[in-house]
Every structure is written in structure tokens, then in C-alpha cells.
């Protein structure tokens, strides 16, 4: 039998029943409180849900768990009122204690859902301004704030504030991280670790439920294979679509591509713990010998372009003319000469061996960039690994640079700067901060960013934010990609989400739309 008793013959992968999204990577856990990696995050996002949510393809925000919220004046009070005639999938009823439960075992050391085995590293920046949820009703959450936070709306309607049953953590304990229970529209049945994981549609939904049956989520690691399983159909959907692949997918009848600007970056994080990365001249050197541009080119083959800032173009405080880190071999060179006696061991560069939707083809990335300080007469020694072993090391700060990204969870600005440049976020196991930089007055600028209420106060700090960030260059970005996937052209109802949230609940056979037509 194959994954989760489903058989493996055509026949049954290409059912209506069935089916099958294939990704480079597996999650490293299924506890919505207790992520912070994509793949992660996609698999949660089929059985989890918030009290609120962002609108399919938007960044505008709508009730979930919540049928209606309200704010006070002084935008320290938030109020929601639950959804009456949800359950989650072990049949506790949604109410106002099943509610906070998810908020206290992130808030209180104390609490037994508060797992030994689990950092809550969301909780310490997203939500740091909550001072106090409480149930004021059989159906209503209430949220005391020490201050005003613009962002924290958003952020409510992103995977740490997902709602867990609290009967999973009397059911299975610790291991209620890799036995999630949620109510969203499908429920967990299997979880295979580095081959998949098999989830059936909740018939009990409150919403609009799956077409499917039963959802797939598969680990193919290397991207030739994927593509090539969906071509053959042993696949029917896939993220982490290689770039170059392009021309020959969009000009096959039967695969529809996906694709529209991220909101992610990739970039070269440099340890400033490291006796070599915290001089500040090797790090500009660095930034000046990378061709940021041509790197683009060559890792994204048109699906993307460079990064000249760590947040997206568009974002609050992004300048209105660019003024890109230029390619300035000499000056490199005059920078890195008077250090070059303390390489005589190369630098050390981590990648992960596995894609991620801003680096589609990361070992592409990381030897160009051997290359490129090379020119310069910098050693350069790659170092790859898989993705959970890189983040473990980028985390703990055991590296010299690493190459990692960043896809927004809820579409502001503070979602990466506090989570690139915060001392908050520099705390060692639980770092999203992985250069380690700490900066007193890096820190008072990302908090008044987050209690500006007006568009042009949070520029005006950002804006800020941008200029220290050049003046200290604790990280390089180097590329935004393009959100891609690719699907059999047999189904519909697929949408690209502007967080990277795959939602796969509304995909269906377009037979099944048309037979729907003629019925009714």
C-alpha cells in the first residue's frame, strides 16, 4: 500500500478523489505555534485556521473563527466574537475557552500546552505588545495590547495564531506537534517523514469544503524529478518550480503556470558573532564584489530580479529611487586586502541542498558567489546540507555566512525588519535574527515603526530602518523571486496568496465544475 493506504496506481492518483502536491522539502513539525519554516507553514495552513484571515489573493483582511471583531479608539482592545457551530476535527466545540487555550500556551511558561520541545519564537516578536487574552464570553476573545501595534491585525490572521484543539494536547502530549488537530478543511491522517503527508477532507467543515478527498502533500527533492512527475501525472501540482524550466511548462497544453512577484527575500546573512564577519570592511567588500543583477539572471532565469533592500519594493520606507549596492570590484579589492591574511582557512558559505521559493536553485546561487569573491581573492568554501540542518545552524549561530530567505507571513514591513534586525529576534535556538546583530538604536527605531498609526509616520521610520541597515550591512539581500507553481491544466481554483500561503482546499477537476453546471 502506498501513503496512507492510498494505492499508488494511476488510476487512483488520478481520481477526483485524490490529490497529489509535490514540494522539495518535508515540515519539521506540524504545531502552528511552534514554526517558522515554509514547508511547515504550508502543510498547517490545510488544517488550521485564525480568527481571521487574508481575503484569497489579497492582503485585506476578512473574519475566519471570528465572524465579526472591533477595535477600540485607542487601538488597545481587540475584540472578536466567535463563530457559532464549529468543532474542531476531534468534535471539541469552538467557544471562548477552546479559543484561548492556543493564546495562553504561547503567552504562559506555566501552561502545560506551553511545550518543553517548542520555542514559541513567534510569539517573542509578532505579538510581544499582547499583554492579555482572556474569554469575556462563552463566545468572545478579548486582547489587552501595552501599546498600539498597526500590524497585529495581520498578524492574527498568519499561522501562530492558528487555533489548536486543546484535547490534542491530553491526547498525545509532545507529540501533538507531529498529530495536529485543527478546523480547517482537512483533517491529518499520516505523516510519513521525508515522503508525505496524507490529509482527508473534513466533511464537517463550516465552510466551503474540498473537492477532493484526500490531500497529498509529497517530498520529491530534486526539481528535474518533480517536473517530470507532473508531466507523467504521478503529480498534480508542484511549488519550488526551477526558473529555467519555464519556456517548456508554459508552452505545455497540459500544466498551467502560476506565477506573480513574492513577497520574499533571499539573502547572505552574516554572522556578526564570527571573528572574520564582524569587520565591517569584509562585509561591504563582499557586497561590493557580488553582481547582484547577473546573479538574478543566472538563479532565476527571468522569475524574479535583485534585491537592493531587504524588504520588498512597495513596502512602507522604501525609497522612491533606488540606490542598489554597485559592483565595484577595485574598491572590494582595496577593502578585503588588508584582511586577507586571516582567510587563510576559505569562508565558510551554508546553503541548503533543497529549494525554497527564493532560491529555486540554491547550490546555483552559493557557487556563483564562489565565484564572484574569488575575483576579489577571497577564498570560498560551499558548505551544503538539508534545510533542517541549515536552519538549526543558522539558528544557533554555528556558521561564518549563510544563504536563507525570508517570505512575509503577514504582509508589513516589521515582519521582516524586526525579523532581520531585532535584538528581540537574536536569541540563540530560536533566532530568525541570524546575523546577531544588536543595535540599541536599530531596536527604538523598529518599535516606534510599529506603533506609528499613519502610512507616512511607519515610511518615515522605515526609511530609517533602510538607511542603518546600509550604514551596519549585517545582511546582503540578493534576490526577490517570483511565486511559482505549476498544475495539471485539468484542475481550477488555485490561487497564488500574496503571504506564500498555499491554500489547496479549493482546487477541483474542472469536469467536476462543469458537471456541477449542468445539475444545477
Given at each position: ?244 524550466e519555464l519556456p517548456s511548462l508554459l508552452s ?53 530580479r535583485a534585491a537592493h533592500y531587504p524588504v ?79 536552519l538549526h545552524a543558522l539558528r544557533n549561530g ?123
Amino acid at each position: 500500500m502506498a501513503l496512507g493506504g492510498c494505492s499508488s496506481s494511476t488510476d487512483e492518483q488520478t481520481s477526483s478523489d485524490v490529490f497529489i502536491f509535490a514540494r522539495g522539502s518535508d515540515s519539521q513539525k506540524l504545531d502552528p505555534a511552534d514554526v517558522d519554516d515554509g514547508e511547515s507553514v504550508n502543510a498547517v495552513a490545510q488544517i488550521f485556521e485564525g480568527l481571521v484571515r487574508f481575503k484569497s489573493g489579497t492582503l485585506e483582511i476578512e473574519p475566519a473563527l471570528a465572524e465579526s471583531y472591533s477595535i477600540s479608539e485607542d487601538g488597545l482592545t481587540y475584540r472578536f466574537k466567535l463563530r457559532d457551530g464549529v468543532a474542531f476535527h476531534d468534535g471539541m466545540p469552538l467557544n471562548g475557552e477552546t479559543a484561548l487555550f492556543s493564546f495562553q500556551r504561547q503567552m504562559d511558561e506555566s501552561h502545560p500546552g506551553h511545550l518543553k520541545v517548542a520555542s514559541f519564537s513567534y510569539w517573542k516578536y509578532l505579538y510581544q505588545d499582547i499583554v492579555s487574552v482572556e474569554a469575556i464570553g462563552p463566545m468572545e476573545l478579548e486582547f489587552k495590547l501595552a501599546k498600539p501595534n498597526a500590524s497585529l491585525l495581520s498578524s492574527l490572521a498568519v499561522f501562530p495564531a492558528f487555533l489548536v484543539s486543546p484535547q490534542a494536547l491530553d491526547t498525545y502530549g509532545d507529540a501533538m506537534q507531529r498529530n495536529p488537530v485543527g478546523t480547517g478543511p482537512f483533517r491529518f491522517v499520516d505523516w510519513r517523514p521525508n515522503e508525505a503527508i496524507v490529509l482527508e477532507r473534513n466533511d464537517d467543515y463550516w465552510g466551503v469544503k474540498p473537492a477532493m478527498q484526500r490531500l497529498i502533500i509529497k517530498v520529491v527533492p530534486d526539481n528535474t524529478v518533480r517536473v517530470l512527475q507532473l508531466k507523467s501525472g504521478d503529480i498534480h501540482a508542484m511549488d519550488g518550480l526551477p526558473p529555467a524550466e519555464l519556456p517548456s511548462l508554459l508552452s505545455d497544453d497540459a500544466i498551467d503556470v502560476y506565477q506573480e512577484a513574492g513577497l520574499n527575500v533571499g539573502y547572505l546573512a552574516f554572522n556578526l558573532d564570527s571573528p572574520r564577519m564582524e569587520n565591517r570592511d569584509i562585509r561591504e567588500a563582499i557586497a561590493l564584489a557580488i553582481d547582484r543583477d547577473k546573479l538574478a539572471e543566472v538563479a532565476l532565469s527571468g522569475a524574479g530580479r535583485a534585491a537592493h533592500y531587504p524588504v520588498p519594493k512597495g513596502f512602507p520606507g522604501y525609497p522612491e529611487v533606488e540606490q542598489p549596492i554597485p559592483l565595484d570590484l577595485a574598491k572590494a579589492r582595496q577593502l578585503i586586502e588588508p584582511h586577507l591574511h586571516l582567510f587563510d582557512t576559505p569562508l565558510e558559505i551554508l546553503v541548503m541542498n533543497a529549494p525554497r521559493i527564493y532560491f529555486p536553485e540554491p547550490l546555483t546561487i552559493a557557487t556563483f558567489i564562489q565565484g564572484q569573491l574569488k575575483e576579489i581573492g577571497l577564498p570560498v568554501r560551499v558548505v551544503s546540507s538539508d534545510f533542517k540542518a541549515q536552519l538549526h545552524a543558522l539558528r544557533n549561530g554555528e556558521f561564518e555566512a549563510g544563504l536563507i530567505g525570508w517570505v512575509g507571513d503577514n504582509g508589513d514591513a516589521d515582519n521582516f525588519l524586526s525579523v532581520f534586525f531585532a535584538s528581540w529576534a537574536a536569541e540563540k535556538g530560536s533566532a530568525t535574527n541570524y546575523s546577531f546583530y544588536r543595535n540599541e538604536e536599530m531596536d527604538r527605531l523598529l518599535l516606534a515603526g510599529r506603533a506609528a498609526t499613519s502610512l507616512d509616520q511607519r515610511a518615515n521610520v522605515y526609511s530609517q530602518v533602510l538607511e542603518k541597515w546600509r550604514q551596519d550591512l549585517p545582511i546582503l539581500p540578493l534576490v526577490h523571486s517570483d511565486d511559482l507553481f505549476a498544475m495539471n491544466s485539468d484542475y481550477e481554483g488555485f490561487e497564488i496568496q500574496k503571504i506564500g500561503e498555499l491554500r489547496l482546499a479549493g482546487i477541483r477537476l474542472k469536469s467536476d465544475n462543469a458537471r456541477e453546471s449542468v445539475d444545477q
